[in-house]
């Protein structure tokens, strides 16, 4: 069964965002090869690291590379695992992505010298080969699973303070979400920057864990506020949409049934203004009723606008 013809026109996308939109002029979206430009860094990245390996791997023993080994294809399966999970995130917004592939190229480059250039302790010969007597291998499955904590959480949380900045409404909020997360990054890099310097022989003196804690209350003194001013933003749209009149629930709830077998329509919370007299156009069509924001009024089963019972 068809509906009979509307005298409105097409409705328009409720949210445009979700449709594909083709302009033309619109610029292309650069690729190399086909790959994102960020995605191909990371990418060369990983065989530049894994050129390197390769010519460690015959310049010394073999036998006592094998721990090192076991956990350099670790954090290789790490990096590829990390990377695929920020091209998830980046299908809305590039910054995981910008952020994600800033974080691994940091994880594997301090792992890689942790893993390649440490030695074993006490410099006794370790039998690294036997897993389970000597504590090398141990040492490294401490040093890459807290690198990977440590490194990856400062990435989310930069990530969100971010967002956070830009849903702020103000210039200030922006501005301070961003700098809050590049304090973030930098607390992640000193807390497992050690394990790199440490790798060559050098000792940190009481001044780099005296600078690390200071980062780190500037990072949350940074956060507190940008969250503040997050929720301060809340607030301000839910007292403006109250002064509006949208907080105030209909007289039937949505879906219950009306007199005559009609149900309630279930309506968004966008006002209704009344709208000057709509004019057919060249095809004596009239153009389909919106809200006052531009939304469009829902279609209904007769392929008419249902119109909000303040409209009417």
Same mark, same amino acid.
């Given at each position: ?15 445009? $965002? ?11 979206? @650069?690729?190399?090869? *086909? ?18 390996? +390769?010519?460690?791997?015959?310049? *010394? $023993? ?5 721990? @090192? ?15 695929? &999970? =920020? ?9 995981? &992505? +910008? ?7 940091? &994880? ?12 074993? =302790?006490?410099?006794?010969p370790v039998d690294e080969y036997d897993f389970g007597a000597g504590w090398f291998f141990a040492e490294l499955l401490g040093i890459v699973l807290l690198t990977l904590l440590v490194v990856r959480s400062a990435a989310a949380g930069a990530?969100? &303070? ?22 973030? *990054? ?5 807390? %497992? /920057? ?6 060559? *022989?050098?000792?940190?003196?009481? !001044?780099? !864990?005296?600078? #690390? ?7 949350? /003194?940074?956060?507190?506020? #940008? ?8 607030? /301000? $749209? ?16 949505p879906g219950s049934v009306l007199p005559g077998g009609a149900q309630q329509q279930a309506w968004p919370q966008q006002q209704a203004w009344p ?5 057919? =156009? ?7 009723? %919106?809200?006052? $924001? ?19």
């Amino acid at each position: 069964m068809t509906n009979p013809p509307s005298p409105y026109g097409t409705p328009q996308s409720a949210n445009p $965002d979700t449709e594909p939109v083709h302009r033309s002029g619109s610029a292309a979206p @650069r690729r190399i090869m *086909g790959i994102q430009p960020v995605l191909f860094v990371g990418m060369c990245l990983l065989a530049v690291v894994t050129l390197i390996t +390769v010519v460690l791997i015959f310049v *010394g $023993d073999f036998e006592s590379q094998a721990a @090192r080994v076991v956990w350099t294809v670790v954090v290789f399966l790490a990096f590829t695992a990390l990377l695929a &999970l =920020d091209l998830v995130l980046a299908r809305r917004s590039a910054t995981p &992505l +910008v952020i994600g592939v800033a974080a691994n190229t940091y &994880l594997l480059a301090v792992l890689m010298i942790a893993i390649w250039v440490r030695g074993g =302790d006490a410099g006794e010969p370790v039998d690294e080969y036997d897993f389970g007597a000597g504590w090398f291998f141990a040492e490294l499955l401490g040093i890459v699973l807290l690198t990977l904590l440590v490194v990856r959480s400062a990435a989310a949380g930069a990530w969100g &303070l971010i967002s956070l900045g830009h849903r702020s409404g103000t210039a200030f909020g922006r501005v301070l979400g961003q700098v809050a997360a590049a304090l973030l *990054g930098l607390v992640g890099v000193l807390l %497992t /920057l050690h394990f790199a310097i440490e790798a060559f *022989g050098f000792e940190l003196g009481e !001044w780099y !864990w005296r600078a #690390t804690v200071a980062a780190i209350v500037v990072t949350a /003194l940074a956060a507190s506020v #940008t969250v503040l001013l997050f929720w301060n933003r809340r607030n /301000l $749209d839910w007292q403006e949409a109250e002064a509006r009149g949208e907080h105030v629930r209909p007289a039937a709830a949505p879906g219950s049934v009306l007199p005559g077998g009609a149900q309630q329509q279930a309506w968004p919370q966008q006002q209704a203004w009344p709208q000057p007299p709509r004019q057919p =156009d060249a095809s004596g069509l009239l153009p389909w009723p %919106t809200f006052a $924001d531009g939304t469009p009024y829902p279609i209904g089963a007769d392929g008419q606008p249902v119109f909000p019972p303040s409209a009417r």
